[in-house]
T-cell receptor, first 115, second 113 residues
Framework: EPEVTQTPSHQVTQMGQEVILRCVPI?????FYWYRQILGQKVEFLVS????????KSEIFDDQFSVERPDGSNFTLKIRSTKLEDSAMYFC?????????????FGEGSWLTVV | DQQVKQNSPSLSVQEGRISILNCDYT??????FLWYKKYPAEGPTFLIS?????DKNEDGRFTVFLNKSAKHLSLHIVPSQPGDSAVYFC????????????FGTGTLLAVQP
């Protein structure tokens, strides 16, 4: 079964460092997302991406965050200068098309620890 | 702004019995609802969904019920199995270009053998 894959599975970084989380969405999918879950809290939407541009972003997704689809397969989330409160599990997700009935499929997550 | 709420943080059920997980929402614009299952340190796994034009959807042991007037949905698992033990999240979206999901806080289901 096709799946969304994410790397790294776990990363520890110093506060203020840049981090890039990588994702390979399901191959025929067109919409891409990043969500995150801070420990003990609910899963929160960060950003959606379609046709090589951001479709929507949440308040969390400030100027420190950026996304990119550098080639036909990868989808990355960059955090320019990490803060302690960025420590969370980051989930990449994708879906095939627009509208109802198109389920969003999630990757296994990248656990980011900022120290 | 808790648009999607799961008021029961945990539920314990005997193997073979029915598990009923509940979810309430406040945004009447939501038109698509999903249930995801999640194990620790893993991504949410899609279970079942329902659109607002329906009031019931079944898939094997899983049935989702939607009561739009009450803004309430529930997930029934029959019969419950120990492997069903996980955190269950309901999520909702508004039809549109992004269909971003708004998640509830989750319910930890423990199925006792």
């Amino acid at each position: 079964e096709p799946e969304v894959t994410q790397t790294p599975s776990h990363q520890v970084t110093q506060m203020g460092q840049e981090v890039i989380l990588r994702c390979v969405p399901i191959s025929n999918h067109l919409y891409f997302y990043w969500y995150r879950q801070i420990l003990g809290q609910k899963v929160e939407f960060l950003v959606s991406f379609y046709n090589n541009e951001i479709s929507e972003k949440s308040e969390i997704f400030d100027d420190q965050f950026s996304v990119e689809r550098p080639d036909g397969s990868n989808f990355t989330l960059k955090i320019r200068s990490t803060k302690l409160e960025d420590s969370a599990m980051y989930f990449c997700a994708s879906r095939t098309g627009r509208g109802l009935g198109n389920t969003i499929y999630f990757g296994e997550g990248s656990w980011l620890t900022v120290v | 702004d808790q648009q999607v709420k799961q008021n029961s943080p945990s539920l314990s059920v005997q193997e073979g019995r029915i598990s009923i997980l509940n979810c309430d929402y406040t945004n009447s614009m939501f038109d698509y609802f999903l249930w995801y299952k999640k194990y620790p340190a893993e991504g949410p796994t899609f279970l079942i969904s329902i659109s607002s034009i329906k009031d019931k959807n079944e898939d094997g042991r899983f049935t989702v019920f939607l009561n739009k007037s009450a803004k309430h949905l529930s997930l029934h698992i029959v019969p419950s199995q120990p492997g069903d033990s996980a955190v269950y999240f309901c999520a909702a979206s508004v039809g549109g270009a992004t269909n971003k999901l708004i998640f509830g806080t989750g319910t930890l289901l423990a199925v006792q053998p």
